[in-house]
């Protein structure tokens, strides 16, 4: 059976003791009411060892929001896989549309990052996802297995088994704008194929797929409702608990 997970990505967010109470106060109430699917915060790399002494990841396991594509060295203000898995995270989100955008992340540079990711025993929520103009043109199909095909596709399977994808269309992240759980759906649907072609319906079935965009407690259990949605990426909602529980509560629907 693949894992349901809501993962929250605090990207640029809060100061380290505004991150520390805000990881406290989930591990406290997740602890008191176990989820009914995994639970994973990414957090800024400062924030990583300090809640990682007092998180409880049996209940909420920690990650990364990048790493680099190297693999140490004299990379002023990098910070390696390596030493993300030494913070004591198991996760590190990779591709997110933010880096290709912002920082100009090749589909190259990314798949460094996730060999590296890998090779220091971190799973890997890879984004991928079109921007609006793709998707009016209906390209959407053809950018997210580019994507693949560019980044993830080149592993062995024992590999690409500790892949998490997160489909999150561009247009959607952070404009309130969200895909409809049929629109969401169809593309899942549509990644699950061809991440079969690829390695067999077997480890398809077994590959975790989220979505991200705009995901909140109000559309949540309509998109966890299909059966290629398998959680949410949860940007802005995930920075505070109220929020973020009530897309983790979806899944006791």
Not at 81 to 97: D, N, P, R
Not at 142 to 163: M, W, Y
Request: proline share 2%; hydrophobic share 40%; net charge negative.
């Amino acid at each position: 059976m693949r894992k349901k997970i809501v993962a929250g990505n605090w990207k640029m967010n809060m100061n380290l003791q505004d991150g520390i109470a805000l990881a406290k106060e989930l591990n406290d109430t997740l602890t008191a009411e176990k989820p009914n699917c995994d639970v994973v915060i990414c957090t800024p790399f400062i924030h990583l060892a300090s809640i990682a002494q007092f998180l409880n990841q049996e209940v909420i396991g920690l990650g990364a929001e990048n790493c680099a594509d190297k693999e140490k060295g004299a990379y002023t203000g990098e910070v390696s896989a390596e030493m993300v898995k030494s913070t004591g995270a198991q996760y590190v989100i990779l591709g997110h549309s933010e880096r290709r955008g912002y920082y100009a992340e090749t589909p190259e540079i990314l798949k460094e990052k996730v060999l590296l990711a890998l090779k220091n025993g971190l799973k890997v929520i890879f984004c991928i996802g079109e921007s609006l103009e793709e998707r009016e043109a209906e390209k959407q199909n053809e950018v997210v297995k580019a994507e693949l095909e560019g980044s993830v596709f080149n592993l062995e399977e024992a590999d690409f088994r500790n892949i998490i994808i997160a489909y999150e269309p561009i247009w959607a992240i952070g404009t309130g704008k969200t895909a409809t759980s049929d629109q969401a759906e169809e593309i899942h649907a549509y990644i699950r194929s061809i991440i079969a072609e690829r390695y067999g319906a077997a480890v398809a079935d077994d590959t975790t797929i989220l979505y991200g965009g705009s995901c909140k407690a109000s559309n949540a259990p309509e998109l966890f409702a299909k059966p290629d949605i398998d959680g949410g990426l949860i940007g802005g909602a995930s920075l505070k608990a109220a929020d973020f529980k009530g897309i983790i509560d979806a899944w006791n629907v």
